[in-house]
């Protein structure tokens, strides 16, 4: 599943390919979205701007209309001149923009939806979403206290689980998970009511700082809107790039001990961490 990172680069390509042109075709199997085109049509619009929020892309046309996406697992954003040949097959095609001569398509994507400004701010998807890591509203403290909240009601909920909750911090996916409580040499599988503030204040600063280096310019260049070589030990070597994540066996770039990794959460994520460097404290 695409994280934050990858879904703000997909916003940004899309908003320098199609941001201020007039859209000259609009195509979709989805028949929810196509009914609104057949009462509404979305050719002869303007792309207003293409932005994101957590996980989700929106895209903002003329007329107060407003796409809303969302990748899972599967999902993805591709920029094509018009008329050029797609890399991937056209059965897996759900949204074609065409803008002239440059066409954004939407392959595999699990969730799509328009949106007015009014019903937008009444869906649970946007309303109940916590701050966005990559937002400029983003501010440690406040991210602090989220955590901190959550934990008071769910003192036995792990600080590994607690990071993919969209409802408190926004755009963190299980990559970043491992990533940042590494960093934060915090164990992924400790219980909230264990993790100090201060701790928490790690999590929340490594969080923006990770996050933020990911979508710097120039990453994530490509036909593939959110491709990037993300990375969080500072090296773009494909092979030093992550501290822990996918290294389950493999000795820590940190102290040398054995990096472990063990599923976690209703949707048995992989988590991996250093036994050394993230003690478990109970």
């Known amino acids: 599943m695409p994280e934050g990172d990858s879904i703000f680069r997909t916003a940004r390509a899309l908003n320098r390919a199609l ?3 007039i859209v000259t075709g609009f195509e979709t199997t989805l028949a929810k979205l196509a009914s609104v085109d057949d009462q509404s049509p979305v050719t002869d619009r303007t792309v207003e701007r293409v932005e994101a929020r957590g996980k989700w892309c929106l895209i903002f046309f003329s007329g107060d209309l407003i796409l809303l996406t969302h990748m899972r697992m599967s999902g993805s954003w591709h920029l094509y001149k018009t008329g050029e040949r797609w890399q991937t097959p056209r059965s897996e095609m759900r949204v074609v ?3 002239g001569e440059v066409q954004a398509v939407g392959f595999s994507i699990p969730v799509a939806e328009f949106h007015t400004a009014r019903s937008l701010e009444r869906s649970a998807h946007m309303s109940e979403l916590g701050m966005d890591v990559l937002g400029t509203a983003y501010r440690v403290y406040e991210a ?3 955590l901190r909240d959550y934990g008071r009601a769910h003192p036995d909920a792990e ?3 607690a990071l993919l909750n969209q409802h408190l911090i926004a755009g963190i996916g299980n990559i970043f998970k491992s990533e940042i409580a590494f960093a934060a040499q915090v164990n992924p599988f400790r219980r909230m009511q264990t993790v100090t503030n201060r701790e928490l204040g790690r999590i929340a600063e490594i969080a ?3 996050m933020r280096a990911n979508v710097a310019e120039g990453n994530g260049k490509g036909i593939m809107t959110f491709t990037g070589a993300l990375s969080t ?3 773009m070597d494909r092979r030093a790039r992550l ?3 996918r290294r389950q066996g493999q000795e820590c770039r940190r102290c040398g001990a054995i990096i472990e990794m063990r599923r976690q959460g209703t949707g048995a994520r992989s988590t991996y961490w ?3 460097c993230q003690p478990y404290i109970g």
Request: with cysteine.
């Open 274 to 276: 250093c036994p050394s």
């Open 233 to 235: 030990t500072g090296t």
């Open 208 to 210: 923006c700082h990770y």
């Open 97 to 99: 923009i065409t803008c």
């Open 159 to 161: 600080i590994g689980n």
């Open 19 to 21: 941001g201020g042109r």
């Open 144 to 146: 602090v206290h989220a």
């Open 243 to 245: 501290w822990v994540y």
